[in-house]
């Protein structure tokens, strides 16, 4: 099995010259087979960032029908499939495929490597990803959108209460979707551990990468119990196993459990990589190294360790008893420790610095503050005899949009304002960028910040409305005004990115004098990343090779780019594969035949198995 | 055909390891099932009614067998002893497939017995698990007698240790989990 691809097309400087003009050109066929971390990168990008606005759309109809009492502009039925499908696409097919673009784009250069470890693995990982969110998409015409919640807890989503097919694509979908997600973990965890350049160490590298590493070991041993849960309720629909029937002495329980195992991790999953973001941006705009590195960095890895042991919290209300209930409150209230080490050790890289308020930084200092709220109401429903008060009401709701929105999202946008001119070589517009920042954050408050009351007032999760007279109107209101605001907030990006596209200014290597090796090249990068490969020495390697190199006070823009313009050496990159693509059709036409038809899953198969063995077979040089 | 890496494992053999920690969350998973729903079925037949133990003693010492194999044939291709290198790499699947072929009579006389998958809690835990791993085994004779076809046509030599060495970790990963499933459904019943 030739997984590891090193070999392969020649290019001279010459050659590479011309490959370099072109690094995202080329037609569609180009983009099919491509192996290139960057393109993967973009193409994660921009497919998460069409599901992100889907999802958005579907919580804005939420929204809209909770503007009035009693309101009757959607059907529950719809309602139902509206907010199961929002929860599913943010998290799964929207927030995830955002992060490992980051993954994809920045972990290679910030390591000083050429490509992942398993190039080809990368490509059908996103395959895979894209495939599984158009089949979930799918269920929206034949039948019906899964309509059972994110957290699809049995027996609602048994054959006896959920009789459509919708449940059946969430099953299918997410075990499909995990298969590309696995891969992405091992490929970027082999990728972190083995493809260093000379004196990256381990307690040298970026933080950024060093919460990739963390959020794929988490992938890895998260996902697998959700697949097993997701294998049992599928059969039970499918061929009457008997795991979560109570009738035959089962425990439906046991599916809440398989869930939330995965389900807890999945929150770190999504906050991690943010962190990771804010700690690379906050240091760069406050020109003073990071605060505490390897407090960060352990801070960072103990938040992942305990996460395992904290499901329970969101069973509190499943009458496991009391032991049970405090040892898991107990955990949950540790892990506040080291998140709470993370933003003390934020403030402490800013105090004293000369703080620039780039829209990165705006998002990343934003992220400080309303995580901080999100973290708080967190810690409240920590406790059991409060969350017994809070779950499954708004207050919940509250709580996990602002650590997934004031978290994830500020994260993602901090990062996407920071790595964009690296990507593509044009610089944004900062004031544009700033009216993003400021419309958004108001959006969150105003959106957010009222259900806090309307849950304590007792205003329950996932009801398509609610009574006239129970003093929930104006919160409702004011909720849904904010999230018009969202929409709003999304016309400056829209107009950075026109902006972007039709005079940007071009961004040179470094346009913010940031420290980490991603910086040291031409932007974009050339398609083979680094001409020579660097040798690091410090933390901060650029930074302290100014320090070393450059007289005090010069420009910024004076500052040389580290990597020559052509490589010195013949390049070998890994040549770009259809494998990985037939292997993936493979794969969903073989999850569609489990809802059609044993043969349709035998010819799936059969594609599959083609696809593999193209791949392992396929020469390294053609 | 392997990069040199910050590590000194070749990427192959980090990814084939990460991996494994992977699948021992999966059978962790299958397993805490098996245990937590013992003993709970409410229809028959039930478990001790119908394990075999002596025949699964016999396929379990074939597959622990085919481990012993899978040694030698690494060890042979190692060495660049072609002609050892295919035998073992011919027994190690062969052996797996013996394996297999006990899970299908043991499986088909259960549902002779009227065990079906939807009988009971034994029933839908026992084919889940135990299936899992017949397939991981599947896909194991499967590659493996895919490194035997590249050894008969003279497209394996000592330049692909590595090859043969993730198949062999793979190959014995399996083989540990099913000492676990033997001791957990047949020896502590």
Same mark, same amino acid.
């Given at each position: ?81 509206? /907010? ?117 160490? %381990? ?55 398989? =869930? ?67 040892? /898991? ?14 933003? =003390? ?64 999202? /500020? ?85 950075? %990115? ?118 392992? =077979? ?5 | ?108 006389? /259960? ?17 889940? %698990? ?60």
């Amino acid at each position: 099995m030739a997984t590891s691809e090193a070999a392969l097309g020649r290019v001279g400087p010459a050659a590479a010259e011309a490959e370099h003009e072109g690094t995202y050109s080329g037609g569609l066929w180009s983009w099919l087979t491509t192996v290139d971390h960057k393109r993967i990168g973009i193409l994660y990008f921009v497919t998460g960032f069409l599901f992100l606005l889907v999802a958005g759309i579907e919580g804005e109809l939420i929204r809209l029908q909770l503007a009035r009492p009693e309101s009757r502009l959607l059907d529950p039925e719809f309602y139902n499939q509206l /907010f199961t499908m929002h929860g599913t696409t943010m998290v799964f097919f929207a927030g995830m495929p955002l992060i490992v673009a980051a993954f994809n784009i920045v972990v290679p250069l910030q390591i000083g490597a050429r490509d992942v470890a398993f190039p080809r693995l990368n490509a059908f990982s996103y395959w895979v990803f894209l495939f599984a969110g158009l089949f979930l998409y799918a269920s929206f015409f034949f039948g019906g959108a899964p309509d059972g919640g994110w957290f699809a807890y049995t027996p609602l989503t048994s054959k006896q209460y959920s009789p459509g097919t919708g449940i059946d694509f969430y099953a299918l979908a997410l075990l499909l979707g995990g298969i590309g997600t696995i891969a992405s973990a091992v490929n970027f965890l082999v990728t972190i551990i083995n493809m260093r350049a000379p004196g990256v160490r %381990l307690m040298r590298m970026p933080l950024f990468t060093w919460m990739t590493l963390v959020t794929s070991a988490l992938i890895l041993l998260a996902f697998p119990p959700l697949t097993v849960g997701l294998v049992f309720m599928l059969f039970d629909r499918m061929f009457g196993t008997l795991f979560y029937n109570a009738a035959a002495g089962a425990d439906p329980l046991l599916w809440q459990h398989l =869930f939330w195992v995965f389900g807890h991790p999945e929150v770190y999953i999504l906050i991690l990589p943010a962190f990771g973001i804010v700690s690379d941006v906050i240091p760069t705009f406050s020109k003073k190294p990071l605060f505490g590195y390897p407090v960060v960095v352990f801070s960072g890895v103990l938040i992942a360790f305990l996460g395992f042991g904290v499901w329970v919290h969101h069973m509190f209300a499943t009458g496991l008893g009391p032991i049970v209930n405090a040892v /898991f409150g107990g955990a949950t209230m540790l892990i506040a420790i080291p998140t709470g080490v993370k933003i =003390f050790n934020w403030i402490a890289t800013m105090w004293g610095g000369s703080l620039r308020f780039h829209p990165a930084m705006l998002f990343a200092v934003g992220l400080v503050a309303t995580f901080v709220v999100g973290g708080i109401s967190g810690v409240m429903h920590s406790s059991p005899p409060a969350d017994l008060q809070q779950t499954d009401t708004y207050f919940v709701v509250a709580h996990f949009h602002y650590v997934l929105i004031g978290g994830t999202v /500020f994260g993602l946008f901090a990062g996407f304002y920071y790595w964009f001119s690296k990507v593509t070589g044009r610089l944004l517009h900062e004031g544009l960028g700033k009216w993003h920042f400021w419309l958004t954050f108001l959006a969150l408050n105003v959106t957010f910040f009222p259900m806090h009351f309307s849950g304590l007032l007792g205003q329950p999760r996932r009801t398509f409305t609610y009574a006239e007279g129970l003093g929930l109107e104006t919160y409702n209101l004011i909720s849904t005004i904010g999230a018009l605001i969202f929409i709003i907030a999304f016309v400056p990006l829209v107009a950075n %990115l026109v902006y972007a596209w039709r005079r940007g200014h071009p961004a040179g290597a470094n346009p913010w004098d940031a420290a980490t090796l991603e910086w040291t090249m031409s932007s974009p990068p050339p398609h083979y990343n680094f001409a020579v490969i660097p040798e690091v020495e410090a933390r901060d390697p650029l930074w302290v090779r100014y320090e070393r190199e450059t007289s005090p006070g010069e420009e910024v823009g004076a500052r040389p780019m580290l990597q020559p313009e052509h490589p010195p050496a013949p390049v070998h990159m890994p040549s770009p594969s259809f494998w990985p693509l037939v292997m993936s059709v493979g794969l969903l036409i073989a999850t569609i035949g489990f809802l059609t038809g044993l043969a349709v899953s035998l010819i799936g198969a059969a594609v599959t198995l083609i696809g593999l063995f193209g791949w392992a =077979f396929e020469p390294p040089e053609h | 055909m392997d990069i040199p890496t910050a590590t000194g494992i070749p990427n192959r053999k980090l990814a084939m390891w990460t991996f494994i920690g992977s699948e021992c969350m999966l059978f962790g998973s299958l397993i805490a099932t098996y245990l937590i729903y013992k003993g709970r079925s409410l229809a028959g037949p039930y478990p001790e009614e119908l394990l075999n133990i002596p025949f699964i003693t016999v396929t379990t010492f074939v597959l622990l067998m085919s481990s012993l194999m899978m040694v030698l044939a690494l060890s042979a291709v190692q060495r660049g002893d072609r002609r050892m290198a295919k035998v073992w790499l011919f027994m190690t699947p062969l052996f797996g497939l013996i394996f297999l072929t006990g899970q299908y009579i043991e499986f088909s006389h /259960f549902v002779h017995e009227g065990l079906g998958l939807s009988r009971n809690l034994f029933s839908s835990t026992f084919f889940v %698990l135990t299936g899992t791993h017949g397939a991981h085994v599947a896909g194991g004779v499967l590659w493996l007698g895919t490194l035997w076809s590249l050894a008969m046509t003279g497209r394996l030599s000592e330049k692909n240790t590595v090859s043969v060495e993730i198949a062999g970790l793979y190959w014995h990963f399996v083989d540990v989990v099913w000492i676990v499933l033997f001791t957990i459904i047949y020896l502590l019943q």
